[in-house]
């Protein structure tokens, strides 16, 4: 079973925070790196955050100091702490390993979840 399941999106004001949760089948949360990837309409998928089976993370720039990521092996999920929210954040929120699994030749998400950061 292949399956990954994003939640905890929604509206928040700019210096507003959320918590993102994404649930992973087994399989796919056995992979070394997990990460979260974000896509806004007309741009490609930009790979935020990463998080290895052990524990080390890195981010991209533009969300150092702000965004954390965690996980939790018990339950096979990956989380994302986002404080210190900028308008810019806005996008959907995807979770996936790294790089991006591919399944019949493409490359296989989740429906993702809709962060919008606006006043």
């Known amino acids: 079973q292949v399956q990954l399941v994003e939640s905890g999106g929604g509206l928040v004001q700019p210096g507003g925070s959320l918590r993102l949760s994404c649930a992973a089948s087994g399989s796919i949360f056995s992979f070394y790196f997990m990460g979260w990837y974000r896509q806004t309409p007309g741009k490609q998928r930009e790979l935020v955050a990463t998080?290895?089976?052990?524990?080390?993370?890195d981010y991209a720039d533009s969300v150092k100091g702000r965004f954390t990521i965690s996980r939790d092996n018990a339950k096979n999920t990956v989380n994302l702490q986002m404080d210190s929210l900028k308008p810019e954040d806005t996008a959907v929120y995807y979770c996936?390993?790294?790089?991006?699994?591919?399944?019949?030749?493409?490359?296989?998400w989740g429906q993702g979840t809709q962060v919008t950061v606006s006043s």
């Open positions: 998080i290895t089976s052990g524990g080390s993370t």
């Open positions: 996936n390993t790294d790089p991006p699994l591919v399944v019949n030749a493409r490359a296989y």
